[in-house]
Every structure is written in structure tokens, then in C-alpha cells.
């Protein structure tokens, strides 16, 4: 079985999965697809609404694409998505360019924290990027809590940010574009690049790698950073296009959704495109579910969950032969 | 008592094996020769029920046990832990129980290993292929596959598995053996079974082969009976040979050259851990070690070299790891040369191939020689230390012996090697 089919079999699992569970509870499942659907790509506006939910669940998709390529297990997106957001509004009042640029410095600093770890200390960077990703949230509650703070001292929450994204049509920011440049640079990187199968090589087989004479230390601590850059980014471009100011819950899971992005993208960076939009989709029309049929929004963390377990099944399958 | 009809099985667009049927019956030994990619392995995979046959149909007569080329071992694990591993359903024991039971288990193999309590990762090469046979006996199997059993043990402890090979096939066992070393095929084998290009090419009784007519029939190109050094010397270029018996430090010194001498070639002694990349591309591979990467190019670099080197493979983008043993040495070697280094570090060069690989692989190193590279070869094959060496010197526990002329070190090896001198 081809890994785009498999990839395919998951995304449809899943909603039927949630179209079976929708049953048991007594909702119609074909009402609540048509929900799903209608809200999230049947109209202008909601099609708007799912490319902005997109676009940060394409640049932490990318960000773990490019960790899990090269072996690093990266789960540190959303502390990395918070650092490149804090860092962006510090960085807001010399423009919006400059600011992008203060977030992925953040987030590869932040994940360069877990390889530094890795590097002397032999620390496992599944914990340690976990353990930073707390660290980075009760950072941005201090921020908004303390020296961040928005000047009316009203809300926890910052003031606006000095620069913003250009808006491209109504609604829609020009972090569409940025993102999507993005999945063309990191496919560009992958597989067009020494660096990039040098990566891929260290991810496969670390041994043979080395033997090779790549420099596995280095080359993992590399990819680790530019993960954490491009979560950076999705952090930064969040802020300039999105939210405009920081609060509590700013990062709203983007950085673990972008595992299960990764993961259904089967780890290519074009494939990453489509599955961002299908978990944007799937965000988008689980707040719809929630507005007008009381259905948790809770259904979108369930969908993606199925997805990764459908893989493991899938991949099992087309091993299995 | 196993039967194979019409077996076929393909990798990719490549047919591994190809059409074959195979009777082996009680207690008769088997060898089944061929070159690196002739489909032997595949064939005995399929036959032990590991993949399934794409045609054609597997009748055995009870169990079928195959024994790895690469050890199926959990290294951290003792001997007595990897013996319990495979019993089935759940069970109370103690550390004590399941030692008297690997005890008994190595007692009625007829195998001697000491001290069951050791891990394995402690074991040398030979103990731990030891261990694998057992696994595989103390399953009783009707059918006993061996796959290079004899590549990594002295010639000691080759005797002693052909006595418990005879053993097991007095016994009713039917026991196919894989093997490069056609002296060892004639040795203990009653039939013999040669494979080419994924097809039976040729059986015979052991009884009218000979080593000759055999390597013909496995290679078609025909074979000179005798070697001799071939390329003559022009420029400095010395060939040095490490010799031991496994385990006996040159694992440890392959890895400090690797990281003292990164500009060196660098022939690790196992191909599939530390040497191919599986699943990246032939042209991947090969590029490793370039300063740039481009796909196209790489792809036409590649097809030269499969060329050059006749490496048996589908075209650049087939995944290495589909590459049969010999093709992927051919890979790394081809890797590793190409730059023209200046210094070469080859750890077990040939391990596992079969004579026409050999044969390049040797003509290679003598070629590099002769351009003036300086070679250190580590070898556990005393004929190819003998063959290729200027000077031979001896590892033992760590340390090296002097240096030796291949005169003075055919008379005190043997000693050296077992650390008596």
C-alpha cells in the first residue's frame, strides 16, 4: 500500500470515526459532516477562516517534519511557537520583517536548548522539549502577568504589536504566503541540499551516517534548530496576522496539532500542505459543531488523535506483507 | 522435510527469486551456493515462512527454524534471557529457573557455551552465533536453515558446528546450508545447490563436484583455479593487515581511526548498521561524502558507477536497502575509493561475499595500493590477510603485535592469535 493512500485511509477513518461516535450520541452523523464541511470550505468566509487556522498548523507541521526527518524527536513546537511569539512583539516596532526574523532567532535559541542538553549531558529531548514547552507557557503568563503587560493593566494581556501582516484579500493575512513559501524552502532543503541529505541521512541510520563522516552531533543540532525556527515563525506570524497582542492561551495547542499534521503528511513537506488544511478544516468546523449543535470543540483534538492511531494501523498493514 | 514449488518473489522491479522448486529431505544436508544476489537468502526466507512468496507454494513437515546471517539478539539481555524469550504464554520464573533451563537446553544441543548468566553484548562473534544455533535447535525443527553460519567463526569452531550439523541430520533433521566457501560446501554437504540470477542453475551430489567446475556455474564467467597477485607495484602504496579473532579490539580501532582520520576511506565491518543507508537511494548513498547535492547528477554518477562496478541493481534510485550484501559493499566501496584517498581503513572488506565479489573487492584494494594509498586492512580471514599484505601484525586482547613479513608471520600467527607466543 502506497504511503498516500494510507495517509488518505487515515483522514477518512477519522471522520467517519466521528461521524459513528456523532451517532452514538444521538446527533445525525450526515447533519454533522455537512456541518464539518459547510463551515469550514463551503463558503467564502469559512474557507477564510480555515486558511487562517491553517497557516500556524502548516509552519509547526513543517517544524516537526524537519526534526522527525532527521531523527530529533522535537515535541517542543508549542514552546517554541511561544518564545518566537514573545520574541516577535518585543521586536514589533522595527517592523514586521524584523520582527518574523526576532522569531525564529527565539525559537531555534529555545530549541537549541534541548540539543545542548542532548549534546553534553545525554538528556532525552522528547523530556527536555517537553519540559521547556512548560517552561515557555508560564513564561508568556509571566509576560502578560508582569513586564509585558498591556498599559490600561486591565486585562493579562500585552498591548498590540507595533507592526502587523499586510492583509492579502479581506481576512485572510499575508502569512498565507509565507507558509506556503515555507513548505516549497523546507522541501528545498530536504531534497535539493547537501545539508538536507545529510539530515535525512543522520535520521535514517545515525550509525552509518557517522561512518560516513557526516558530524551526527552538529548536524542533529542543526536540525533541531531550524525546527524550532519555523515553529518560531508559525508563532510570530500568529501574532503579526492573527491575534495582534500575547495572552494566556495563545498558542491554543499549535505545537503538538503540528505532530499529528506531520505525521499525515507522512513527513513530506508538500504533503504537509494538505494536511494542514484538512486539520484547519477540521478546527474550523468543530467550533462550528460547538456553536450550533453542542457538539464539544473538543472533536477536533479527538479527530486528530484518530488520525495518528489510524497510521500506526495503516503503517503496520503495509509493513506487515 | 520441506518442499518448495514455483516460488517466485520480487523486490521493486527486481525478481530476487524467480521461478524456483526445492525438495530437501530427513537428515540430508544441503548447500545452497551462489554469488551475492543470486536470491539464496530470499529463497530461505520464504521458505521459513519470515515473507511471503509472490507464486508458488511452501509444503514443509513440521517446524522450519532459519538462522540469520546478522544475529537476532537482544544484546543487553544474557544468554539464559534470550533463551527464554521465545517461550510462549505467561509464566512465573526466577532468574535461577530460566538459567537451569538454558543450561539444559545448551547441554542437549550438544553445543558448549559457558556460564549462562553473561549478556551478550560481552560474547564474542562465535559465541554469539553459538547462541543463535541453539535458539534455533531448542525449537526442534524438522527444518534447520543455516545462512552463513560459518563467515565469522575460526576454523575450530567451524568444525565444531559441522559435527552438530551431521549430528542433526542423523537425527532426521533436514539441514540447508548457505555458504560462499566451497571447500566447506564439499566438506559437509551430500547435494549441493547452485543459484544464479534468482534461479536453480545447476545441482549436484557433493561426491562429483569440485571447486572449479562449482565457482563456473555460480559466476558463468570462468574462474582461474589459482590466484596470485595480479597488479604489479609502481609507487609506495602498502598493503598492512591486522589480523585476529574476533572480538579482539578491531572493532574499537576501526571506530579511532574513524574519528581521528575523517579524511581517510572508511570500510566499516558491518555493512548494514554502519555502512549502507537503507533507505535512502543507490545515488544518496553514494553522494554522502560529496560537497554538493543534486539530484540529477547524482543519478548519472550512479549509473556510471553500477556500471563500473556491476552492481546488480534495478538503477540509481532503487533503494539500497534492497541491494543484496555484495552490492552494498560494492556501494560503500565504490563510496569511499572514488575520492582517491590517501590512507584506507577496510574492516572485514569480503565478510560474506561470495568469490566474484571478493575477487573485486581485492583487486580494488591492490589497485588503490598501487596508486600509492596506504591500506590497513582488519581481517579475521587469513587467507586474505596472506593474499593482499605487505606485513601482517597481530591483535590480541587490545593489543598489537609487531610487525611481520608474510614469512615470519606464517610460522608464529597461529600462536599469536591465540595469545601463547
Redesign the interface.
Known amino acids: 500500500m502506497s504511503r498516500v493512500l494510507s495517509a488518505v485511509l487515515a483522514a477518512v477513518a477519522a471522520l467517519l470515526l466521528l461521524a459513528i461516535t456523532a451517532a452514538l450520541f444521538g446527533h445525525s452523523p450526515l447533519a454533522l459532516l455537512s456541518i464539518l464541511v459547510r463551515s469550514s470550505v463551503g463558503s467564502r468566509f469559512a474557507l477564510e477562516g480555515t486558511l487562517l487556522k491553517s497557516v500556524p498548523l502548516l509552519l509547526t507541521g513543517l517544524s516537526v517534519v524537519i526534526a522527525f526527518r532527521a531523527g530529533v524527536w522535537n515535541i517542543g513546537g508549542e514552546g517554541q511557537f511561544i518564545v518566537g511569539a514573545l520574541a516577535a512583539l518585543v521586536a514589533s516596532r522595527f517592523g514586521a520583517i524584523a520582527s518574523l526574523l526576532a522569531a525564529m532567532l527565539a525559537g531555534a535559541a529555545w530549541a537549541s536548548i534541548a540539543s545542548a542538553m542532548r549534546l553534553w549531558r545525554n538528556a532525552p529531548e522528547v523530556l527536555t522539549t517537553i519540559l521547556l514547552n512548560f517552561t515557555a507557557i508560564h513564561l508568556l503568563g509571566w509576560s502578560v502577568n508582569g513586564p509585558l503587560r498591556e498599559h490600561a493593566a486591565q486585562y493579562p494581556q500585552t498591548d498590540l504589536a507595533a507592526a502587523t501582516l499586510p492583509p492579502l484579500a479581506s481576512g485572510v493575512h499575508s502569512g498565507v504566503l509565507l507558509a506556503l513559501a515555507a513548505s516549497v524552502a523546507v522541501w528545498w532543503m530536504l531534497y535539493r541540499t547537501m545539508e538536507g541529505l545529510r539530515l535525512r541521512a543522520t535520521g535514517f541510520n545515525p550509525f552509518a551516517a557517522r561512518w560516513a563522516g557526516i558530524r551526527v552531533g552538529s548536524q542533529l543540532a542543526r536540525a533541531m534548530a531550524i525546527s524550532g525556527a519555523v515553529a518560531g515563525l508559525a508563532g510570530g506570524i500568529e501574532l503579526l496576522g492573527v491575534t495582534h497582542r500575547l495572552f494566556e492561551r495563545f498558542a491554543a495547542g499549535y505545537g503538538y496539532s503540528g505532530i499529528a499534521v506531520a505525521l499525515l503528511a507522512q513527513l513530506h513537506p508538500l504533503a504537509t500542505i494538505a494536511s494542514a488544511f484538512f486539520f484547519g478544516a477540521l478546527v474550523t468546523g468543530a467550533g462550528e459543531l460547538q456553536r450550533t449543535a453542542d457538539i464539544s470543540a473538543g472533536v477536533a483534538t479527538f479527530g486528530q488523535a484518530v488520525v495518528i492511531l489510524m497510521l500506526i494501523v495503516m503503517d503496520h498493514v503495509r509493513t506487515a506483507r | 522435510m520441506i518442499q518448495l514449488a514455483h516460488v517466485t518473489r520480487t523486490y521493486g522491479a527486481t525478481r530476487a527469486v524467480d521461478d524456483v522448486s526445492l525438495r530437501i529431505e530427513r537428515g540430508e544436508i544441503v548447500a545452497l551456493v551462489g554469488e551475492n544476489g543470486a536470491g539464496k537468502t530470499t529463497l530461505m526466507r520464504v521458505a521459513a515462512g519470515e515473507i511471503?512468496a509472490d507464486a508458488g507454494t511452501v509444503a514443509a513437515g513440521g517446524r522450519v527454524e532459519l538462522v540469520h546471517q546478522h544475529f537476532m539478539l537482544v544484546n543487553q539481555l544474557t544468554i539464559a534471557e534470550n533463551l527464554a524469550l521465545p517461550h510462549p504464554g505467561f509464566r512465573f520464573t526466577t532468574r535461577r529457573g530460566i538459567e537451569r533451563e538454558a543450561e539444559q537446553t545448551i547441554a542437549a544441543s550438544g553445543i558448549e557455551l559457558r556460564d549462562v548468566a553473561r549478556r551478550v553484548a560481552e560474547l564474542s562473534v562465535g559465541e554469539r552465533s553459538k547462541l543463535e544455533l541453539i535458539k534455533a535447535i531448542a525449537r526442534k525443527p524438522a527444518t534447520l536453515i543455516l545462512d552463513e553460519p560459518t563467515s565469522v567463526l575460526t576454523p575450530t569452531e567451524t568444525e565444531e558446528l559441522f559435527r552438530v550439523m551431521r549430528r542433526l541430520a542423523d537425527a532426521g533433521t533436514a539441514v540447508v546450508f548457505i555458504s560462499h566457501k566451497l571447500p566447506e560446501v564439499l566438506a559437509i554437504a551430500q547435494r549441493i545447490v547452485v543459484m544464479r540470477n534468482g534461479r536453480v542453475v545447476a545441482e549436484s551430489r557433493a561426491a562429483e563436484a569440485n571447486v572449479v567446475s562449482l565457482a563456473n556455474t555460480m559466476t558463468q564467467s570462468p574462474f582461474p583455479p589459482s590466484g596470485g597477485k595480479g597488479v604489479e607495484r609502481r609507487r609506495g602504496g602498502e598493503i598492512l593487515a591486522i589480523v585476529g579473532v574476533a572480538g579482539n579490539g578491531q572493532a574499537e580501532l576501526a571506530a579511532k581511526l574513524?574519528d581521528e582520520q575523517?579524511n581517510a576511506a572508511?570500510i566499516?565491518e558491518d555493512r548494514t548498521?554502519?555502512?549502507?543507508?537503507?533507505?535512502?537511494t543507490i545515488a544518496?548513498n553514494l553522494?554522502?561524502?560529496?560537497?554538493?547535492?543534486?539530484?540529477r547528477d547524482a543519478a548519472r554518477h550512479a549509473e556510471r558507477t553500477i556500471a563500473l562496478y556491476s552492481i546488480r541493481a534495478s538503477g540509481p534510485l532503487q533503494r539500497a536497502g534492497d541491494l543484496s550484501g555484495g552490492n552494498q559493499q560494492k556501494v560503500i566501496l565504490a563510496?569511499e575509493l572514488e575520492r582517491r584517498p590517501k590512507t584506507i581503513v577496510a574492516a572485514e572488506p569480503t565478510r560474506g561475499l561470495d568469490i566474484e565479489a571478493t575477487r573485486f573487492v581485492h583487486e580494488q584494494l591492490r589497485a588503490e595500493a598501487a596508486n600509492g594509498a596506504s591500506i590497513l586492512l582488519i581481517t579475521s580471514d587469513l587467507d586474505e590477510a596472506f593474499a593482499l599484505a605487505d606485513a601482517i601484525q597481530v591483535i590480541y586482547r587490545g593489543r598489537l603485535s609487531e610487525r611481520l613479513s608474510p614469512a615470519e608471520a606464517s610460522e608464529k600467527i597461529g600462536r599469536l592469535m591465540a595469545g601463547v607466543a
Do not use: K, S, T
Request: aromatic share 4%; no cysteine; hydrophobic share 35%.
Open positions: 511471503a574513524r575523517p572508511h566499516p548498521r554502519d555502512g549502507i543507508i537503507a533507505e535512502l544518496e553522494a554522502l561524502r560529496n560537497e554538493r547535492w543534486n539530484p563510496r
